[in-house]
């Protein structure tokens, strides 16, 4: 059985190595994985591993496997 891990934010910014403003432009425009809440409140977000290597992945395809 696979284990879904979930990345909190500076996972993400390393993995992406984008800012975090970078990353809140991207969700606002809808271009980034979907946060999860990790608390009633809201306040602890994450990403599933899975989304963030498909969105990476996906990067590479548009840029032809050229990382920019």
């Given at each position: 059985?696979?284990?879904?891990?979930?990345?909190?934010?500076q996972?993400?910014?390393?993995?992406?190595?984008?800012?975090?403003?970078?990353?809140?432009?991207?969700?606002s425009?809808?271009?980034?994985?979907?946060?999860?809440r990790?608390?009633?409140?809201?306040?602890?977000?994450?990403?599933?591993?899975?989304?963030?290597?498909?969105?990476?992945?996906?990067?590479?395809?548009?840029?032809?496997?050229?990382?920019?």
């Amino acid at each position: 059985m696979a284990v879904t891990r979930i990345l909190k934010i500076q996972e993400v910014l390393h993995r992406c190595s984008i800012s975090r403003s970078s990353l809140y432009r991207l969700i606002s425009k809808g271009h980034f994985p979907s946060q999860l809440r990790l608390s009633p409140e809201g306040r602890s977000v994450g990403w599933l591993e899975e989304d963030i290597e498909g969105w990476i992945s996906s990067r590479k395809s548009i840029n032809d496997g050229k990382l920019t």
